[in-house]
């Protein structure tokens, strides 16, 4: 038995766990990241998940691994570029930060790669060799597989899905750009939509309503599915990948959004790509994250050893 501690880090939530390389997840918990305000508070409730899951472990935590939103680069540890839904998060050396604080090999990645991994090796990505993950929570993150490895790219920024742009002339958002898929997918961006038809305060409170009968909901739900539509059908005809796999905590409606989704995908893949990809929620949901990030430490510490 060993164990590990994976770590979630999103704009809204942290989420912690005890991994156990045999038994899975022993224990899990998640407290707000506060992550509008900023770097320093980000880092404080890192602390106090990882502090508490230390003092809960049933035995020594030999690695630690985490996943977090930005783009990384794995080998330095650092995030070397964020929105700015984690205002000032650009250049924080997170692995530096963790190790110095805990004297446990630290492990670092992008959200969409680490929750990529745990798909792929224990969850709805098993028997693919080629998908593309898909995570709709306050931003929205990716990830792509190819042939069983993750697609990196020259600098580590490949599969910036959220940052894709469906509508020219649409919302600005916070990387810079304008129309980028995660204004109009994300928890955020439904919520914000929600709230300005006046139908409910957030995503959750949209979809219940949504579940419940309320057909300006349904037709709001349906809006948000086919601009996610769009973008999968975007990625399947640059990837061509066997499955799209939707995690994060919007992926909780199901199929009242992933229906919809699939239809607008189907309506505008290319011919030959037609009934070929199936668009299926991550095994794991919301716990895909802090899965990633043991997958990220266990991954870590083997080659490690191999060195």
């Not at 038995?1 to 770590?7: D, E, K, R, S, T």
């Not at 593309?132 to 599969?159: F, K, M, W």
Request: charged share 15%; aromatic share 6%.
């Amino acid at each position: 038995m060993a164990l590990v501690l994976g770590i979630d880090i999103g704009g809204t939530n942290i989420a912690g766990g005890i991994v156990d390389t045999t038994e899975g997840i022993l224990e899990a918990t998640t407290i707000p990241s506060y992550g509008a305000l900023g770097k320093e508070a980000v880092l404080s409730n890192l602390s106090r998940i990882v502090d508490r899951l230390l003092d809960r472990a049933p035995g020594q935590i030999v690695a630690i691994g985490i996943g977090t939103a930005g783009e990384v680069d794995p080998d330095a540890g650092v995030i070397t570029s964020a929105t700015g839904n984690i205002p000032h998060w650009t250049g924080t050396k997170l692995k530096e930060y963790v190790q110095e604080r805990y004297h446990r090999p630290t492990y670092l990645d992008n959200d969409g790669n680490a929750a990529a991994l745990a798909e792929l090796y224990y969850g709805a990505g098993r028997g693919f060799n080629n998908f593309v993950y898909l995570c709709l929570g306050t931003g929205v993150g990716g990830a792509v597989v190819v042939d069983g490895q993750l697609l990196r790219g020259t600098r580590n920024y490949a599969a910036a899905l959220g940052h894709t742009t469906i509508d020219f002339s649409g919302t600005p958002c916070n990387c810079g750009s304008i129309g980028c898929l995660e204004m109009y997918v994300s928890g955020t961006a439904i919520g914000r939509s929600a709230r300005a038809a006046n139908i409910a305060e957030d995503a959750k409170g949209l979809f219940r309503e949504a579940e419940q009968g309320n057909d300006r909901a349904k037709a709001l739900v349906d809006k948000v599915g086919f601009y996610l539509g769009c973008g999968l059908a975007n990625f399947a005809n640059q990837f061509d990948p066997e499955a799209m796999i939707i995690g994060g905590g919007v992926s909780h409606a199901g199929a009242l959004l992933l229906e919809p989704s699939r239809a607008t995908m189907e309506a505008r893949v290319l011919q030959g790509l037609k009934g070929q990809i199936q668009v299926l929620p991550a095994k794991f949901g919301s716990e895909s994250g802090l899965l990633g990030g043991a997958v990220v430490a266990l991954s870590g510490l083997r080659s490690s050893t191999c060195q």
